[in-house]
């Protein structure tokens, strides 16, 4: 059954407004699995049935791509998990700046992930408690609510303790309480405020139209009250393994999912979301215009990178300091090895986070799927 997405992208495709890269992103996804893979096919051992296997496209926009690199990646993190609690921290943006990070998607982005980074490290670094040291966390970019609305905003995973600043203990944050959110925010809302001025003197930003005056702007944002929520690890739903899963929905899948539309009618799409002030689901319609328009605001810059981390979490020695950590934390180095070789079976891990036997013959419902290069016999 062709997705829903992909059935209002292949009418509307072609809408006014569009950049080059905006179209060529359209038209990969609207290529994806339509040209085979020369030489691979898809062979059941059991009714012999042969498929060509079809390339994918590999874009992050698309509906129907990276189920595989969605679960490698939620695997890989939850190998990378302490044996301690995660706090989930959100850092939301005031809806003044929307316009200016719209027009300037690349320089604003990175600017975010800049002043979370450095106000978060500072502040842990130079905390006045027994928890201070060297912080390691992930950042994930997320830039949408639920109805698809430009809504730029950073999750921060980050473990309840650090390294100590000589790397030999292990300091262990107040179980319910990392640091206090109001402090947070105002570094937080000082750091960004100031990247945006320099970047503002240096005339590199676009101003966008509803925009009269930038500094004036600033100077406000600078006298009101940011947000930064912190979210303390508890059970079930807080737990990091499901941070992680609620994560990498967006990780390395489009911004929507088949999931988040009820029906498309007469040229409406119906988007369901959940009301949180009144705690309910509601359904929203839309044109399949406005559609296409909420969906090209979530575009990311090419080559973007939407995850990025930091302190002993950073990619060059994140390895090394993990395997400190556990030793510091009593863990038995050899626990976190011996699952690693699962981190690369995509038939695995779909059977370990959704039940779904991928293998399973999609014709006969009793045989196994096996990928086999060249001429199949009897195919």
């Known amino acids: 059954m ?19 890269y905006e179209r060529n992103t359209f038209r990969k996804i609207l290529n994806c699995r339509t040209e085979k893979v020369p030489n691979l096919f898809k062979y059941c051992d059991s009714c012999g049935i042969v498929h060509p296997v079809y390339k994918s ?53 990175n ?38 609305n430009y809504h730029p905003h950073l999750h921060v995973v980050i473990p309840s303790g650090c390294l100590s600043r000589d790397k030999t203990k292990w300091n262990k944050s107040n179980p ?85 539309i009820r029906k498309i009618e007469n040229g409406m799409v119906y988007l369901k979301y959940f009301d949180r002030k009144r705690k309910t689901g509601k359904i929203e319609s839309i044109s399949e215009e406005l559609f296409m328009k909420r969906l090209v605001f979530h575009f990311l810059p090419k080559g ?23 030793m510091l934390l009593g863990q038995k180095i050899y626990d976190q090895e011996e699952d690693k070789v699962f981190l690369n079976d995509v038939a695995f891990l779909m059977w370990k986070y959704f039940s779904i036997d991928i293998t399973i013959c999609p014709d006969c419902k009793k045989g196994h799927i096996v990928i086999r290069k060249g001429p199949i016999r009897g195919g």
């Not at 800049?114 to 970019?141: H, M, P, Q, W, Y």
Request: glycine share 4%; aromatic share 12%.
């Open 57 to 109: 496209c590999k874009n992050r926009m698309c509906p129907v791509c990276n189920g595989a690199d969605t679960v490698k990646w939620l695997a890989k993190r939850e190998s990378e998990l302490l044996p301690v609690g995660y706090f989930l921290l959100t850092y939301t943006i005031p809806k003044e700046l929307r316009p200016l990070f719209l027009f300037n998607k690349k320089i604003c982005y």
């Open 176 to 260: 319910y309480f990392l640091l206090p959110v109001r402090k947070l925010s105002a570094r937080f809302r000082d750091k960004l405020l100031l990247y945006l001025r320099k970047e503002e003197k240096a005339g590199t930003l676009k101003i966008a139209a509803n925009i009269v005056n930038l500094k004036s702007l600033l100077d406000y944002l600078k006298s009101i009250k940011w947000v930064v929520h912190s979210q303390p690890p508890k059970k079930r739903k807080t737990k990091p393994e499901f941070i992680l899963r609620y994560l990498s929905q967006y990780v390395k899948r489009s911004v929507v999912s088949d999931n988040s």
């Open 304 to 326: 973007f990178k939407k995850v990025r981390f930091y302190g002993f979490m950073a990619n060059r020695y994140r390895a090394s300091m993990l395997v400190l950590c556990r």
């Open 2 to 20: 062709e997705s829903k997405i992909l059935q209002v992208i292949k009418r509307n495709h072609k809408i006014a407004g569009l950049t080059t």
């Open 111 to 148: 600017l975010l992930f800049k002043a979370v980074n450095r106000s978060l490290t500072l502040a842990i670094e130079n905390n006045n408690r027994d928890f201070n040291g060297k912080a390691g966390f992930f950042a994930v970019l997320h830039t949408r609510d639920q109805r698809l």
